[in-house]
């Protein structure tokens, strides 16, 4: 039981990352004058989490390099969306992407050992 409360969490923090991630996307889109390397970072990152969701709701066991891609890709929004601090829904974006990260430490650490 603890087990599988544990991977809803990570379930969980990968879900909002990836809906925030791919809102942030879209905004920026729409944008008149977008910013491709946030919109890159963003991507990346969303496809990454939705990579490691799936995954885990398929139970399909190993997790392969899913997790540090999806830990490297968070690093990498969190960074690019820290570079825009008046823009409140980028730096919410990136603090979620940051605690995504952190938290997928602990599958990586695991899968070391």
């Known amino acids: 039981m603890i087990q599988q409360q544990t991977i809803d969490q990570y379930i969980k923090v990968c879900m909002k990352t990836w809906l925030l991630c791919e809102a942030s996307v879209h905004a920026e889109a729409a944008s008149t004058s977008p910013r491709y390397k946030l919109v ?43 570079k825009y601090p008046g823009e409140q829904d980028l730096q919410f974006c990136g603090i979620v992407s940051s605690i995504c990260a952190d938290t997928l430490k602990e599958i990586a650490v695991n899968q070391l050992n």
């Open 40 to 82: 890159k970072e963003c991507s990346d990152c969303a496809k990454a989490c939705f990579a490691v969701v799936s995954r885990l709701v398929s139970d399909a066991g190993d997790l392969g390099d899913l997790v540090l891609n999806c830990l490297l890709h968070c690093r990498q929004c969190s960074n690019e969306c820290s």
